[in-house]
Each structure stands twice: as structure tokens, then as C-alpha cells.
């Protein structure tokens, strides 16, 4: 298996680009793709109405964002499109405000904020 700092050739097609040792997981991302709601994940939020429903939902928003934000970093890093790169991070950044914002109003419910990485609520 390749290095996750060895610099690998552009793919020159769609399908060379999603061939299995480009896709994510492959770099090390099992984590982020594991970050993605499941259909349990819509299930329990649609017999959901209140405050269990704003918790959980912002829960999942800011799991997503943080997704987000990895996978933004990564191409901030590693793009070889300086656009690109400049797009990724303005993507990350944006990702970051909206985990900020989501946090403060779960604040505003009485909720603990959650750590921006492993949902471990904060205190602050």
C-alpha cells in the first residue's frame, strides 16, 4: 500500500479517479467516512420534535462539517490546482465558523458544545 505522503500521478479520467487506492479510505480517512449519518442516524431524528431533535441534529451537522473540514484540509494540501487548493481552504474555514455558530446555540439550549474532533462535549 502507498505512503499517504507519496505523491501519486493525477488521474487522467473520472474512473481512474475513483479507482479503489485514490478513494479516501485509502489514505487514512476511515474515520471521516465513518463521520457520514446513517440511515438510523434520519430515522431516529424523524420521530424526534424539541430539543432531543435540535440535539441530535446539530450532532450530526457538526460530525459532517468536521467530515468536511478533513477532507477541505486534505485538499488545501495536497490539490495540484492552486484554485483549488485556495477554494479548500475557504471551505475549511467556512466549515469551522458554522461548528462555532451550531456550538453557541446549543449553548443558548443549555447543551454542553462539542469538541471539534470525537463529539467530546466542553464546558466553555
Keep these: 500500500m502507498a505512503s499517504t505522503t507519496e505523491q501519486r500521478p493525477a488521474a487522467s479520467t473520472p474512473e481512474e479517479r475513483r479507482r479503489p487506492e485514490r478513494l479516501p479510505w485509502r489514505l487514512g480517512w476511515l474515520q471521516t467516512v465513518a463521520l457520514i449519518a446513517t ?3 434520519y430515522s431516529r431524528l424523524a420521530g424526534e ?3 432531543p431533535a435540535d440535539i ?3 450532532e450530526l451537522m457538526i460530525r459532517h462539517h468536521e467530515a468536511g473540514i478533513e477532507m477541505a484540509d486534505f485538499a ?3 490539490g495540484s490546482n492552486e484554485a483549488v487548493r485556495e477554494l479548500a481552504r475557504k471551505m475549511a474555514r467556512t466549515q469551522r465558523f458554522e461548528i462555532r455558530e ?3 446555540r446549543r449553548r443558548v439550549l443549555g447543551v454542553h458544545a462539542l469538541h471539534p474532533s470525537g463529539l467530546i462535549p466542553t464546558h466553555g
Design 76 to 78: 488545501a494540501r495536497n
Design 49 to 51: 420534535q424539541g430539543l
Design 56 to 58: 441530535d441534529l446539530s
Design 39 to 41: 440511515k438510523a442516524d
Design 102 to 104: 451550531m456550538n453557541l
